[in-house]
């Protein structure tokens, strides 16, 4: 086993542990639970290893919604944005990411506060899976206005939580 | 054929993320269609597990208010105690139910974990088929109903709360037969709606809700909440009433699972009724 997998699959247990344990018991204003969980997708390796990747994050999300009781709501949401992960960062970092190697947990926690593309990809990522999660959620049209509420506030306090994780697990500079 | 094995092939990826996709949407649907429906829930071995050791930390936060509360309801149940001796030298009812004809049974349990923040919310309680508690059966506390069964593994299970948009439990007003519907609307934890009880009925701000006698799963007269709004539309010829709920659902302790002894029995007998 080599260290990129083991260091995936720690992060993937620590990430579940502390959505389980803290942040699903947050219910700030009654209703915000932030969902940092998804920083395993954010940060998994850009190579062409897509099954994985699928189904990684789709166990992912599983869990949670083993644990929040709420169907599979958490599972479609993480799959779509596994899916729509390249799309995401071709967007944000220009169509050559590919071609340059990028190592994206290096850029993201190193970038976090002075790139503005490292900042896109993240929030377009949360808001992406967020969109999905509320409208599965609610799964009715005369919802609209809730919907938008709890994701547009889901997102900031999700995006609060990930920059704050990715601040914390920062490599010092030596 | 070797075109299609090279199709598989070629698109493994694709069809894999739509087979997970359809996986997950189908167990949406699962959960948002039919009354028993998780496969996916927290009633099982692990997730119990989890949620019990997280509740044993957070249960100091509220022993205080928690005893309060068996302290109210200590002092309630004496007050009957010394009412009922008093009546019953002048008034001897005997054998009216005699103690093996009993017909509910109480199972005391702990809540481990509540959600209340979607909308549809459930709780995961600290006993299972262990303690004899099967889907279907009531959940109350000392304040009133808190919500129903859904599924139950070994040592733990889930109830469908009274705050799920699911749920619906029948209720009238106290004192009068005019019998509804509970809803919860999706809104505040701390109101719900009272549906299809007719214009004729005389309501008052303030009037108490309590469980309908035409369930197999509550008991009647079990408190719900009390009036807070009514209000109707020129068609229809029934209030809705908005019902303040007595039970802070935000924050629950123990509770108790009521057993319907009679439950098999009711159910053969309309099973029986159905057939023919």
């Known amino acids: 086993m080599n260290s990129v997998a083991f260091s995936n699959i720690a992060r993937f247990i620590a990430l579940l542990i502390a959505q389980i344990l803290i942040f699903n018991n947050i219910d700030l204003f009654g209703f915000i639970n932030p969902f940092p969980y998804i920083l395993f997708i954010i940060l998994f390796p850009t190579d062409n290893n897509k099954p994985i990747f699928y189904l990684a994050s789709f166990t992912l999300g599983i869990i949670v919604d083993m644990f929040e009781n709420s169907g599979g709501i958490h599972a479609a949401a993480s799959l779509i944005l596994a899916f729509a992960r390249p799309s995401i960062l071709k967007f944000s970092f220009g169509i050559s990411y590919q071609y340059h190697n990028l190592n994206i947990i290096k850029k993201v926690t190193k970038d976090i506060f002075t790139s503005l593309e490292v900042f896109g990809y993240i929030t377009i990522s949360v808001v992406i899976h967020h969109i999905v999660l509320f409208g599965l959620e609610f799964f009715r049209f005369n919802f609209i206005w809730e919907i938008l509420l709890r994701t547009i506030l889901t997102t900031v306090t999700t995006l609060l939580t990930c920059i704050l994780i990715l601040y914390l697990i920062k490599p010092s500079k030596k | ?276």
Request: charged share 20%; hydrophobic share 35%; proline share 1%.
């Open chain 2, 1 to 276: 054929m070797q075109q299609i094995i090279n199709f598989f092939i070629k698109n493994s990826t694709k069809l894999l993320f739509l087979l997970l996709l359809v996986i997950s949407f189908g167990l949406i649907i699962q959960t948002h269609t039919f009354h028993q429906s998780s496969f996916i829930s927290s009633a099982n071995g692990v997730t119990g597990y989890v949620y019990e050791n997280v509740n044993n930390f957070k249960e100091y936060m509220h022993l205080k208010t928690e005893n309060d509360a068996l302290v109210l309801e200590n002092a309630y149940l004496k007050s009957i105690a010394y009412n009922n001796t008093s009546v019953k030298d002048s008034v001897e009812i005997k054998n009216l139910m005699p103690a093996e004809r009993q017909e509910y049974s109480i199972i005391v349990a702990k809540v481990i974990r509540n959600t209340f923040n979607t909308k549809e919310n459930y709780l995961t309680i600290k006993g299972g088929d262990k303690q004899g508690i099967q889907s279907d059966m009531g959940v109350i506390n000392s304040n009133g109903v808190i919500g129903i069964i859904e599924k139950t593994s070994k040592n733990y299970s889930t109830v469908q709360s009274i705050l799920n948009v699911k749920s619906k439990i029948n209720a009238k007003i106290k004192g009068s037969n005019h019998f509804g519907t509970l809803q919860w609307d999706g809104k505040n934890t701390g109101y719900v709606n009272l549906s299809d009880i007719p214009r004729l009925a005389e309501i008052y701000k303030g009037d108490t809700i309590v469980t309908g006698g035409i369930s197999k799963i509550f008991p009647e007269n079990i408190p719900i909440g009390v009036i807070e709004k009514a209000y109707t539309n020129e068609t229809s010829n029934y209030f809705t009433i908005s019902v303040r709920l007595f039970n802070d659902m935000t924050n629950l302790g123990y509770i108790y699972v009521i057993k319907n002894k009679d439950i098999e029995e009711i159910n053969q007998l309309e099973a029986e009724t159905k057939d023919e």
